[in-house]
């Protein structure tokens, strides 16, 4: 049984995109707003910063743009949903790196970096592209 139904439409692809930013966003408003601790992730040197991961970010944000405008051509689709939650979570740590100065990170489990919702998308959107790559059919 797919992950996703048949057929997505690229409006509810939209729709996720943007309420998973908007939670990330104002996850983190409201951590800071609240006077909470958090962590601003600013342990790179300064050209590490500025230049290599902002090199990074748009690279991945211009792959992944690239990939869902061909859609169909190389996807599955229940790849779409992977996808989708790499780039909301880059593009709302970027924002982060843009207009914060840092990404905020406010998960501490004490036994991991700290992290934030992003993050979890990050890698959940990894995983379910791992899963939908490895679970199609061989070709022989």
Known sequence: ???????????SL?????AFVAL???IKMAIINAGAEVSYNR????????????VVYVAVVVLLISLIALGRK???????LGILMVL?????????????GGVVDYIDLKIWPTFN???VLIVT???LLIWAILSRPCRT
């Open 74 to 80: 190389f996807f599955k689709l229940n790849e779409p």
């Open 1 to 11: 049984m797919p992950l996703m139904p048949k057929k997505i439409s690229r409006v």
């Open 125 to 127: 959107g990894c995983f």
């Open 14 to 18: 939209v729709i996720f995109f943007i």
């Open 43 to 54: 342990g790179l040197p300064v050209f590490s910063e500025y230049v290599v991961v902002n």
């Open 117 to 119: 919702f992003a993050d």
């Open 88 to 100: 909301a979570g880059a593009i709302s740590n970027l924002f982060d790196r843009i207009f914060r």
């Open 24 to 26: 990330d966003q104002i």
